[in-house]
Every structure is written in C-alpha cells, then in structure tokens.
C-alpha cells in the first residue's frame, strides 16, 4: 500500500492572541505595562501569556502585531489614553491619543506595527493617560493584542 509523508511548509506561521482579563484601573501620565491578560486560545490554538506578555509562537518576517484597546474615564474633566505595544524592550508601535470624555466617556485605542518576529518573542502593552481616572476595559472584544501573519 503506497504510504503518502505530508510535511509542513517552511513557511508555516501560528498566529497568537490575547485578551484583557478584568479592568486596569489606576492610569498615570508615564507608560506602564497594562497586566492581567488571556490567551485567546479559540480562535488561535497554542496562544500563551508569561508575565503580561503575548509569546509569539513561530519565527517570521513580515507580520502583523495590533492592538485594540476599550478604555474609560470616570474623572469630571475629559482626559486622553494612549497605548503602545512592545516587542522585548522595543515600542514597535504607538497610538494616538484616543479622548475620553467626563464621567464615563469611553475610547478606543488602536496601534499596530509589521515586523519581524522570532518563535518566543514577547509582546506586552503600555498605556497612559493625560490625568483623571482612567480603566484599560477588559474582554475579547473589548481590549486585545495579536500576532498574526
């Protein structure tokens, strides 16, 4: 009986996710690292966060790190957030501020970079805020970052 081998292609690519876990409260004017992340493991299989960070799965040029960020401000005067995504120590992107009106106004903050990744790499995100009291939202469709092809 003829025995067929399929192996996978060089250029196999796994893409990876993650979504924010409960709200950030507690924004400041400098970046800090946003904590309290998911894998998002249904849509992309093998997903996995080490301390904070999104571990991308395979070795690749060329491909697409984003991120989609809900957050709130629950101040009396308007205020702006803003978020970057890091690739190890390096800001590969930055948004623009996204305003977030008084008591409650909401923004979402978007940022993505096309880059070179390596299978380990750990993809983590930064926010900050112009003042107030500001929440990085938590959910999948909510506030997420992904590293697909």
């Known amino acids: 009986m003829p025995c067929i081998v399929i192996a996978p ?4 690519f796994l893409p990876s996710g993650m979504f924010k ?28 966060v080490v301390s904070n960070g999104l571990l991308v799965q395979s070795t690749r040029g060329g491909v697409l790190v984003a991120a989609n960020i809900l957050m709130s401000n629950a101040a009396a005067g308007a205020v702006t957030g803003t978020v970057q995504i890091k690739q190890g120590a390096t800001v590969i992107a930055t948004s623009s501020p996204v305003s977030l009106g008084a008591f409650g106004g909401t923004g979402t ?18 926010a900050r805020c112009s003042g107030g009291s500001v929440v990085v939202k938590s959910g999948t469709a909510n506030s997420w970052v992904r590293v697909t092809a």
């Not at 292609?9 to 196999?12: D, F, K, M, S, V």
């Not at 409260?25 to 997903?47: I, K, M, N, R």
């Open 9 to 12: 292609t060089a250029n196999l």
């Open 21 to 48: 876990n409960g709200d950030s409260p507690g924004l400041t004017t400098s970046f800090a690292l946003v904590t309290s992340w998911t894998a998002d493991t249904t849509p992309y299989p093998g997903s996995s």
């Open 109 to 126: 903050a978007t940022c993505s970079a096309t880059v070179d990744v390596t299978a380990g790499d750990s993809i983590t995100l930064e």
